[in-house]
């Protein structure tokens, strides 16, 4: 049996990256006041139609969608905005908490694409939505927050694109002008792009095949288009982010490949993982609460590509304390066996990642092995150690060897290892 195509085991050395990054995450979304929310999976397949657009990619040629036992057509989810914000609704959360609520997810996406590196058909994705305000300061924050993570993992060359879209108002403006200036190349567009033109000619920016061409780069760009309100609210996110120090370069073309966006759009780029690589990207959806049977409430969010991040990562030296699962072997010779089995379980008490010795074997591939997983220590409880009531602790670094007594073991490696 194999796995399916474009889903992928993580392994445990990679799943030991897979949870420093996710501590790196929580701990900043925590930090910047965002906490967790957990969706299902599997939605109603109409979730995504009405919310991400039945015009995209993702709705009309990626989703997962079947009918279930009960006759209901489902959609495992290709993205994590429509459940947050669903959820949202359907508890009525804008009653019940303080607005901006303020939310983060990470978890497994599914889009049927052509797998390649970084496309999968299952993959991971961190995100961070805050619903109920518009303040721009809200936008620089969301933008910041994404920018100190990926500077806290390590990830200081990717490129901050910034744009806007505008509101519905806007858009109306600037779809007729950009069908004006598309129209007379329709027949160099492909396929997908020509039905675009009457059915989202918005899209055609971001097409993967379109998108780079000399008419589609020299189109009309929105920010001429944006109305003193959504002029004002995008000068207001760049000056928060200068004042933080934040670079970012402004983007005229980005369009994001999802419907529900409105005003602020972003994406950090790398050209390290392949042509042109998004890591992370986002922006303002206003109208989408409302979309989905809520109140008229405004919100923004971003969602980042774990595997993307990891390829990056891959090519830079691997986070210290990812790599080892333990600290400590603990081996037991002879009559030594029953106190090691005890000191075993005694350092794990007290907090220290110890590890047995399993299999019984020569106190040389011992220490080969430990030193294989990345421990530190060894302790050894021989026949000679057992009679005087005393251990000895082997460093697999100086390679220096001590001997002491038992009941200072647990005390001595809490205070090495801390
Ligand atoms: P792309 O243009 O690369 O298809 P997208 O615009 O469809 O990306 P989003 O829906 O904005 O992507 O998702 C946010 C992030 O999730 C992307 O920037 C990317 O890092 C990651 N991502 C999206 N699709 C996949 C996939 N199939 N496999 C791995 N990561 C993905
Ligand atoms: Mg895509």
Request: with cysteine.
């Amino acid at each position: 049996m194999q796995v399916l195509r474009g889903m992928v085991d993580i392994l445990p050395a990679e799943a030991r990256r897979w949870q420093w990054i996710e501590a790196v995450f929580r701990e900043t979304a925590s930090r910047f006041g965002y906490g967790e929310i957990r969706t299902p999976l599997l939605e109603h397949a109409e979730l995504y139609e009405r919310s991400v657009g039945d015009t995209t990619d993702i709705v009309q040629k990626e989703m997962y969608v079947f009918d279930d036992r009960g006759g209901r057509t489902v959609a495992l989810r290709p993205e994590g905005t429509a459940g947050v914000v669903r959820a949202f609704v359907e508890h009525k959360l804008y009653g019940r908490e303080t607005l901006p609520l303020k939310l983060f997810y990470m978890g497994p996406m599914f889009r049927y694409e052509r797998p390649q590196s970084g496309r999968q058909r299952q993959f991971h994705q961190f995100g961070v939505e805050a619903l109920g305000s518009d303040d721009p300061f809200l936008d620089a924050e969301i933008i910041s927050l994404a920018w100190f993570f990926l500077q806290s993992i390590g990830l200081d060359t990717v490129e901050l694109h910034l744009g806007s879209i505008g509101c519905p108002g806007c858009r109306l403006r600037y779809r007729e002008r950009l069908i004006r200036h598309l129209l007379p190349h329709r027949d160099e567009l492909c396929e997908d792009c020509r039905r675009r033109l009457d059915t989202n000619p918005l899209r055609i920016l971001d097409c993967k095949i379109d998108g780079d061409k000399p008419f589609v780069r020299s189109a009309p760009t929105i920010l001429d288009d944006l109305c003193d309100d959504c002029k004002t609210h995008f000068t207001q996110v760049q000056t928060a982010l200068d004042a933080l120090g934040v670079p970012y370069t402004i983007d005229p073309h980005l369009a994001r490949g999802l419907d529900y966006y409105t005003k602020t759009v972003f994406e950090f780029i790398d050209t390290r993982i392949g042509a042109k690589s998004t890591v992370l990207a986002g922006g303002r959806y206003n109208g989408l609460v409302k979309e989905l049977g809520g109140p008229d409430l405004p919100g923004i969010g971003f969602a980042a590509g774990v595997e993307r991040l990891m390829l990056l990562l891959e090519k830079k030296a691997v986070p210290s304390g990812a790599a080892a699962a333990f600290d400590v072997v603990v081996s037991g010779f002879g009559t030594g066996q029953d106190v090691a089995w005890k000191l075993l379980f005694a350092l794990r008490e007290a907090g220290v990642r110890a590890e047995w010795s399993f299999d019984q074997k020569k106190l040389k591939a011992v220490l080969r092995d430990a030193d294989r997983a990345g421990a530190r220590y060894v302790v050894l409880v021989g026949d000679d150690e057992t009679v005087r009531g005393e251990v000895t602790l082997k460093d697999l670094k100086s390679g220096e060897q001590t001997t002491f007594s038992q009941e200072t073991l647990v005390e001595r490696l809490k205070t090495l290892l801390s």
